[in-house]
């Protein structure tokens, strides 16, 4: 996959002519460029392609237009489809949001969401394995129905949760919710084996700095699950600033310091306790 920053005035349109050359010399090199998404508010273009190796890829991009990638990383194409998802284009290749117009494009950024269960180790101490298990059922069940509900992709169990991606950022939002609000019910009736989560999220773009498919990303929203207060959902301020107007509520708790982060980093707890009448 690659990154492209597109040139001031640089159209939707445009990158669809420069996609149709590549695809006329593709073969030449070895390569077959699949589809691209198109992020038209940050001008940028990532490209997913079968490749032997970079040099290749160039090589299509060079003779074909010019228009040369300012990165190219390597993915699996299983992770990748796990990550991105939507498998429909439009006639000139470009992704599409899933029963979109061809004008629908989407841009390739994704929201990842990671849930922790708290204790979970001293869960496995007092119950023994199999109670454990049973209770950490009731957390991938309760997960796995708000993905299923609110368009979240699980893209792997981590033992002690589960790390998922979302097209919509207010959907990953409120698949935390209601998360929260499922296992706040459960803990209700089951207050002898309480099940509590915290939950982290971020929001980015495929390749970003590091040189991993949505590296960065991943690795903020583990961190913001991490420092989370146990019921708590925490996400990054590019979060909070595009749900502004869907109907959601954050507070602002200023800049945390966070493992692995050279500078502090702005978060915002989404506020999912529905208050009694």
């Known amino acids: 996959m690659d990154i492209h920053n597109l040139p001031e005035g640089t159209t939707a349109e445009d990158v669809a002519k420069a996609h149709a050359k590549d695809m006329e010399i593709q073969r030449k090199y070895g390569v077959e460029y699949h589809k691209y998404w198109v ?11 079968h490749a032997p190796n970079a ?8 003779e074909a237009h010019g228009m040369m990638a300012e990165k190219i990383i390597e993915v699996e194409p299983d992770v990748a489809e796990v990550f991105l998802g939507g498998t429909e284009t439009n006639a000139a290749g470009a992704v599409i949001f899933p029963g979109g117009e061809a004008d629908t494009r989407d841009p390739g950024i994704r ?6 269960v708290v204790n979970s180790t001293t869960l496995t101490q007092l119950l023994g394995d199999e109670a454990a298990l049973a209770v ?22 981590t033992g002690d949760g589960i790390m998922a991606s979302f097209v919509s950022v207010a959907g990953a939002v409120r698949c935390a919710i209601q998360i929260q609000r499922k ?4 803990a209700k009736k089951n207050s002898e084996h309480a099940l509590k989560v915290r939950v982290g999220a971020a929001v980015g773009e495929p390749v970003e700095q590091n040189n991993d498919l949505f590296g960065s990303t991943v690795q903020l929203a583990a961190r913001l699950c991490a420092h989370a207060q146990p019921e708590q959902i925490l996400v990054s301020s590019a979060i909070a600033e595009l749900c502004l107007g869907k109907g959601l509520s954050f507070e602002d708790l200023g800049e945390v310091t966070l493992k692995g ?5 702005r978060a915002h707890a989404a506020a999912w306790k529905q208050v009694s009448a």
């Open 39 to 49: 992020n038209e508010a940050g001008s940028k273009v990532f490209c997913l392609a």
């Open 261 to 265: 982060f050279d500078s502090p980093v």
């Open 136 to 157: 950490l059922g009731v957390h991938d069940t309760i997960v796995r129905d708000a993905l299923s509900a609110l368009g979240g992709r699980e893209i792997k169990h």
């Open 111 to 116: 929201t990842i969401l990671f849930t922790d």
């Open 55 to 62: 040099e290749a890829a160039e090589c299509v991009h060079r």
């Open 183 to 186: 296992l706040a019910k459960h």
